[in-house]
């Protein structure tokens, strides 16, 4: 493999240059799959037909079960088509499209597009992994490719160690913060350094999924035995998974990041680069806290929430989201779920819930909630509502109390 | 091909759930889109898109790939973006409805002019001109065509 960025390897062209490659996969969702229909069966291509359907897969997550019969009709008309051309297709309750590519399905070195903007997520695996919109899906179901710039690399180099109540969550609002909400426009970020070796692969998910809020085009890991371990747990074949080790490269900009001093942190409406550590908010009240999606709905994820609110009640309403089936049935079968249940959360389907405002727990006006999620911009969880973005141990303290507390603030015995 | 519209100035990091709420992207009826374009931003945004420049601060259309917020503005009429920057998906969404797009810092008044050549990568207001970043041959090749669909429908003729 030749040197140089994993973006340079991966798409085999020096950064800058723009290169029309085939993907190893594509994948959409009930939302921009739909979409995508309508432009696929608008162009006007001879002898147009899917190519290499099955490398394309079609994920109901959004608005999942369907929330209305507009929505379920255009749900049924993809559910068709892509049935009728033999795409992979996940029905209802399988869960959210980047988690479901996580587990064995996607493979390091892939050049992988999704038709949604956390398709980043999976450079966590070390995949070229991008979001398109709905007619650069339609063109990949027609030609099997797509056109890329291969960007420009930030790296984002970890070091030390996470310890006390900080989480991946708490490193990706840290990042999101140095770099401002476009400080990755058309760049790649490369989590690399010490720091980036030891953060399990659950927790690169998280930091990777939210390359988007800074604008990068994905947030990659290189692939190593943690990747390996991961994807052999889910099934995926050790004889198609090469790991990959950093090469002399050159980035455009680095920036650093000491593991060990980053604190829960609390993403401020409605920016998400707008970090401050919880307990600079610790009070304020809130009426709602939504644990999931596809940056913390992670089986990891539900048992930090249910640790700690185990054997103890909620006291303000709760609502957790599991991010796939798979985190859903671990999270049953280890009396994860039971925990969340007796504290008196509301349990919903796999899925995206109520993160883009769809349904499932969207807020009312004049509201405050907390959420796990990956954007608070104005308006987005419910019209006239505000919510602050945080760790799932955060949300869980949150919840506790009905108010934003930090979980630094669960150490001085002031729990109740 | 020189092309003209009045400028509709909007702010910085404005947001794709910002150009089209997540409420409304359900629906086959595209003159929804066109109705609600920019509703929690600005209401009176929307009944002046038609014919405009939307002259627009950095990182615009951030955030989710809806992209229907680049076809909202495409069905409302307007004729071109420009920005110092663009959030990458909402860039390549456009360019993909053949909707204009300028990468350029542009410094006007809501209401003026703002006119491009569709061949060209400058934009002009009444006072002054502005380079933007040139487009690839492939992204001007698909604007040119008036989008992926007929370039793509190109590509498949003998």
């Known amino acids: 493999m030749m040197a140089g960025t994993l973006s340079e390897r991966i798409l085999g062209s020096a950064e800058g240059t723009y290169v029309d490659r085939m993907v190893d996969r594509a994948f959409a969702h009930d939302g921009t799959g739909a979409q995508a229909l309508v432009a696929f069966e608008n162009f006007r291509i001879p002898g147009k037909s899917v190519v290499n359907p099955e490398k394309l897969s079609i994920i109901y997550d959004h608005i999942s079960p369907a929330n209305n019969s507009v929505t379920a009709d255009l749900q049924g008309d993809l559910r068709k088509f892509s049935r009728e051309n033999g795409m992979h297709f996940h029905e209802v309750g399988c869960g959210i499209c980047h988690q479901i590519m996580s587990e064995g399905v996607c493979l390091p070195g892939e050049i992988v597009v999704g038709a949604d903007s956390h398709s980043c997520t999976l450079g966590a695996l070390g995949a070229f992994s991008t979001g398109v919109g709905a007619t650069d899906m339609a063109g990949i179901w027609a030609t099997g490719g797509t056109w890329f710039r291969v960007p420009e690399s930030i790296s984002i180099v970890l070091s030390g160690k996470l310890s006390g109540h900080a989480e991946p969550k708490d490193v990706a609002l840290s990042y999101i913060k140095a770099l401002g909400m476009d400080g990755g426009t058309y760049k790649a970020l490369e989590f690399i350094g010490d720091g980036a070796a030891g953060i399990p692969v659950e927790g690169r998910l998280t930091l990777s999924n939210m390359a988007v809020e800074t604008g990068a085009k994905t947030g990659l890991f290189y692939a190593d035995a943690l990747t390996r371990e991961h994807l052999i747990t889910y099934g995926a074949d050790e004889k198609t998974i090469s790991l990959q080790k950093p090469e002399d490269c050159s980035y455009e900009s680095e920036i650093h990041l000491d593991l060990d001093d980053i604190e829960p942190l609390l993403a401020v409406p409605p920016r998400v680069d707008n970090a401050v550590p919880v307990t600079q908010y610790s009070g304020t009240p809130i009426d709602q806290v939504f644990v999931g999606t596809c940056t913390n709905g992670r089986f990891e994820d539900l048992k930090r929430f249910a640790d700690i609110v185990r054997g103890k009640k909620v006291a303000v309403r709760t609502i957790v989201t599991p991010a796939s089936k798979d985190a859903y049935a671990k999270a049953l079968s280890t009396g994860v779920l039971s925990d969340i249940l007796e504290a008196g959360c509301v349990i919903c389907p796999p899925g995206c819930g109520p993160c883009l405002g769809a349904h499932m727990g969207v807020l009312g006006e004049g509201e405050v909630g907390l959420s796990t999620a990956n954007r608070n911009f104005r308006n987005r969880m419910g019209v006239g509502a505000e919510y602050y973005l945080c760790s799932p141990s955060t949300a869980a303290v949150s919840a506790l109390y009905g108010e934003i507390r930090s979980p630094i603030e669960l150490e001085g015995g002031t729990n109740r | ?158």
């Not at chain 2, 020189?2 to 759930?17: K, L, M, Y």
């Not at chain 2, 909202?72 to 004729?79: F, T």
């Not at chain 2, 491009?116 to 090749?141: C, G, H, I, W």
């Open chain 2, 1 to 158: 091909m020189i092309v003209s519209g009045h400028a509709v100035v909007i702010g910085e990091d404005v947001d794709t759930d910002m150009i089209i709420a997540g409420r409304y992207l359900r629906t086959t009826n595209r003159s929804i889109w066109v109705e609600h374009a920019f509703e929690d931003y600005d209401k009176s945004i929307a009944g002046r898109l038609n014919g405009s420049v939307l002259v627009a601060g950095k990182n615009i259309g951030c955030g989710s790939s809806r992209e229907q917020a680049a076809a909202a503005l495409k069905e409302a009429g307007v004729r071109a973006v420009v920005a110092p920057s663009f959030a990458r998906i909402f860039f390549r969404n456009c360019v993909n409805l053949g909707l204009y797009v300028f990468e350029a810092d542009v410094v006007c008044e809501n209401g003026v002019i703002v006119s491009f050549d569709t061949d060209d990568s400058y934009v002009k207001t009444s006072t002054a001109v502005y380079q933007a970043k040139p487009l690839s041959n492939r992204m001007k090749e698909i604007l040119s065509a008036g989008g992926l669909n007929a370039y793509l429908s190109r590509q498949g003729e003998p």
